[in-house]
């Protein structure tokens, strides 16, 4: 499944007035794997998002999406493998309804008229919201409107899902529900966020980021465990983690648990 | 300032619609390239961004009135004349709908008085060659200032000839000028002020954002666009205003002139009564004037060609009328009621 | 400054009364504005000193107004604030025509008064027309009828494109005259110096914004079209609609209505 890696070599970019958003970045993505992307404001996370989907071009080094580099001549095929999500979920809702805004992208595919119908059907049904099809987006909450924005892209049939900040401005029972969704997906999945406690729920691998370059690569609860390195870039554990006597060892005990206890706090049903 | 339907003569308008209605065309024809496909979103906002920056009022300092940004001008430096143009015709045509801003024949008018003007006159003709390549900041600033009070001076001007022209309103050709003129001269002023202000402040921020007005824009084909179109303008409003001028009318003051007499009898008076009959027949254009004294075109005996058709049996009908219609109105309304309670 | 907030209320309003279900609400949208541009060419095309005649065109609005839910105040409320601009314009007739036309006995219409009539008749009239238009249509149908009647697509996308976003950027003006007035302690007009950054700072806002929904729109696949909507289907029923109203604004043009009314009263009475 070669179209479903993400491979990043010594990403450089720099910005027009010269200065450095990216430095020596070097990742590889494996096919359905779920990685985050966290670091402080100003870290490089969107920068480097836009690089996956060729808004931005590197100053140096490459990025590839399964065989295809990322080129302004393979934008087409990129941009079918990769959806993005964006932060802002109204840049993404333009259309005069929910329905032909999912319906865009397939379209623009040059699908048929069932197809587009079915792709259509699917996405609202996945992300929950058939209800909203001939719903303008301004009447929309901002739960919905990232739903509806998730489907858009996922009419596309993408196998790399990028999200930029999913679950900002969400309240909690949106929060909890888009969290479900991408607990469901199958697809690659890079996610840049400040939820560390979504990291939990639906990443396997974290990256961190630092004025600009990777600062560490490894597993979640790896990542989380280490309290140093989160302090050292201007980070924090995910709140759940914080009152846990165990994964932070200075805190109160809140409850009985020792580390022989079936002890994780990822994966809530 | 807003032309209303109320005001309008079919003529003015409909030729108002059709030199409207060409430049709409040719703009959207020069925005058809692949360079240009970036402009569509951006049009949207900015679009969106003068519909709604009207709603910011600033007050304007020793009048303690206040006023807010028309856009046209600033639409033209950020967006090229032919996107500008198209932009502004949205925003009037949502206002139209919702606001009922005018009334829809006179959008016609209204998107060329507020749009031809600044982004195919002043924005070429005045603020080009003044502000140069925009790098010297006071020649860019004396720019906006003139090319807004000069653009919104035409579009007042426009306003009032197409007013004169319709002949609906009877405000007298000087006075309406002078009305017009002085505000709009002080409008224009304070807007030139205002997008001086908005464009030295996006060209010190972020000057690459000012690079979407070269986007399909070129000096050369505006004058040929200009003058043709000023001259389809006129053509049919001349034209259609010709067609309609009163001939049987003139006619029947000419004989009276001659033979003292409203009518003559004959053949003459064949020729006119069928003349007559045709023009009341066909009297889609009003028979409007242009008297050089309003006061003498009313009281000289036998005048024609102002001749008020109501009378008392028509104010008669007319009260019958409304009751017929509203009567009408109110069974409908009560009949579909009705069949929703007896759907429920 | 309300007022204009209140206007953004107003157009989602009208959203609000077009997802409704009326007889009016079921015509091909085409035939409606066909009828609506035609009666706006009639009525204009009357003399200045036409009254009476002009009364039996009424019958249009008045029908449209039953068959559809609007609510009639909704409806004068908004022909209330277009009002003025018009009656301020139409007040000079008066003014400057002051020759009697007509006699009554005691009470003498001046030319100007039957012309100030006139033009209130009209602004009635094609007002009228256009809030019950958008408000049984839906401004995105409207759009897509205007694609229908062949009016240049880039056009009609930049209308679909603009209404959308104009809600957007109205909170964001809120939000941003809030502020300010927060901290000049309630002024709520903006002084000229600061007029320059604050709007410029939201016009760069505003741009990005448009950029970053242009990346989007390349993320999907846009390749400088957009498709638009337009599934309705014309029916004889909206042939009738649209020939009938075109047959009685052509009628009223022609023969005097009121004047036959009045005179067969009159001589009924007599």
């Known amino acids: ?269 | 300032m807003h032309m209303a339907d109320a005001l309008l003569s079919p003529a003015v308008g409909g030729a108002m619609w059709v030199a409207t209605a060409a430049l709409s065309v040719r703009a959207s024809h020069k925005l058809r390239t692949p360079q240009t496909e970036s402009l569509v979103p951006m049009m949207a906002v900015l679009g969106a961004f003068v519909f709604t920056a009207q709603m910011i009022n600033f007050s304007i300092p020793g009048t303690g009135s206040s006023g807010h940004l028309g856009g046209g001008l600033l639409l033209t430096i950020l967006l090229g004349p032919y996107a500008a143009f198209l932009t502004l015709a949205s925003v009037l045509t949502v206002q139209a709908l919702f606001f009922a801003d005018g009334g829809l024949l006179a959008l016609g008018c209204n998107i060329f008085n507020l749009g031809f003007f600044p982004c195919f006159i002043a924005y070429p003709l005045i603020y080009r060659p003044l502000a140069g390549g925009g790098s010297n900041a006071s020649r860019q600033v004396l720019a906006c200032f003139v090319a807004s009070v000069a653009g919104l001076a035409m579009g007042a001007s426009s306003v009032v000839a197409e007013t004169r022209l319709s002949g609906i309103s009877e405000l007298p050709f000087v006075t309406f000028i002078l009305l017009m003129l002085p505000i709009h001269v002080v409008i224009g002023f304070v807007e030139g002020g205002v997008t001086a202000a908005v464009t030295r402040f996006v060209a010190r921020a972020r000057p690459e954002m000012l690079a979407f007005s070269k986007v399909g824009s070129s000096a050369v084909s505006f004058r040929r666009v200009v003058l043709s179109l000023v001259a389809i303008a006129f053509l049919t409003g001349g034209l259609l205003s010709w067609f309609a001028s009163e001939h049987p009318d003139g006619l029947e003051w000419s004989i009276q002139q001659m033979t003292g007499k409203t009518e003559i009898d004959g053949a003459g008076n064949d020729i006119h009564r069928t003349l007559g009959a045709l023009q009341a027949k066909l009297s889609f254009m009003p028979d409007y004037d242009f008297p050089k004294d309003e006061v003498t075109a009313k009281t000289q005996e036998g005048e024609s060609v102002v001749k008020p058709s109501t009378s008392l049996a028509g104010i008669l009908g007319a009260v019958i009328t409304l009751l017929l219609a509203g009567g009408i109105g109110l069974f409908l309304r009560w009949r579909s009621q009705k069949s929703t309670h007896t759907n429920e | 400054m309300n007022e204009k907030r209140d206007r953004m209320y107003a157009v989602d309003e009208f959203d609000r009364l077009a997802a409704g279900n009326s007889p009016l609400h079921r015509y091909d949208p085409r035939a409606k504005l066909l009828v609506v541009l035609f009666a706006a060419g009639i009525a204009a095309s009357y003399s200045r000193y036409a009254v009476a005649e002009i009364v039996p065109l009424l019958l249009l609005p008045i029908v449209w107004l039953s068959l559809s839910k609007v609510p009639l105040r909704f409806v004068l409320g908004k022909l209330l604030l277009a009002l003025p601009f018009v009656f301020f314009m139409a007040i000079f007739n008066p003014i400057f025509d002051r020759a009697p036309v007509m006699d009554f006995g005691v009470l003498s219409v001046s030319g100007g008064w039957l012309s100030f009539t006139s033009i209130m008749l009209r602004f009635l009239l094609s007002i009228s027309l256009i809030i019950l238009l958008v408000a049984c249509t839906g401004f995105n149908t409207l759009c897509a009828t205007l694609l229908r009647l062949h009016i240049p697509k880039i056009f009609v996308v930049q209308l679909l494109l603009l209404y959308r976003y104009i809600f957007l950027l109205a909170d964001e003006v809120q939000r941003v005259r809030q502020a300010y007035s927060l901290r000049a302690l309630g002024d709520r007009s903006i002084a000229l110096p600061v007029v320059g950054s604050l709007l410029g700072q939201l016009l760069l806002r505003v741009m990005d914004r448009g950029q970053r929904i242009h990346q989007a729109m390349l993320c999907r696949g846009f390749v400088g079209i957009l498709s638009v909507r337009r599934d309705f289907h014309w029916c004889k029923r909206d042939t009738w609609f649209l020939l009938g109203w075109t047959l009685w604004l052509v009628l009223a043009r022609t023969v005097n209505i009121t004047d036959q009314l009045g005179h067969f009263l009159l001589k009924g009475l007599t």
């Open chain 1, 1 to 269: 499944m070669s179209h479903h890696i993400v491979a990043v070599q010594s990403l450089d970019y720099c910005y027009p007035d010269g200065r450095h958003a990216l430095q020596c970045v070097n990742f590889t993505l494996h096919h359905g794997e779920a990685a985050a992307i966290i670091g402080a404001n100003g870290a490089g996370k969107s920068t480097l998002l836009r690089h996956l989907i060729g808004t931005l071009a590197p100053t140096s080094g490459s990025v590839r999406i399964g065989d295809d580099p990322v080129l302004p001549s393979t934008l087409k095929q990129v941009r079918r493998t990769v959806g993005m999500v964006f932060q802002d979920a109204d840049d993404q809702l333009f259309m005069p309804t929910v329905y032909e805004d999912v319906a865009f992208g397939p379209i623009n595919q040059g699908l048929p008229p069932a197809e587009v119908e079915k792709r259509v059907k699917n996405a609202l049904f996945t992300v929950g919201c058939e209800h909203l099809r001939d719903r303008p987006p301004y009447r929309l909450s901002g739960g919905e409107k990232r739903a509806v924005a998730i489907a858009t892209v996922l009419a596309m049939s993408p196998n790399i899902l990028v999200m930029d900040e999913p679950t900002a401005n969400l309240d909690a029972r949106a929060r909890r529900h888009c969290i479900r969704l991408l607990q469901g997906f199958t697809h690659t999945r890079i996610i840049a966020t400040h939820d560390l406690d979504l990291v939990l729920d639906v990443c396997t691998r974290v990256i961190v980021l630092h004025e600009g370059q990777i600062v560490a690569d490894g597993s979640t609860m790896e990542i989380f465990r280490d309290k140093k390195l989160l302090d050292r870039y201007h980070l924090e554990q995910p709140l759940r983690m914080q009152g846990c006597p165990v994964c932070s060892p200075s805190s109160e005990p809140c409850q009985q648990q020792s580390a022989s206890d079936k002890h994780s706090h990822a994966r809530r049903p």
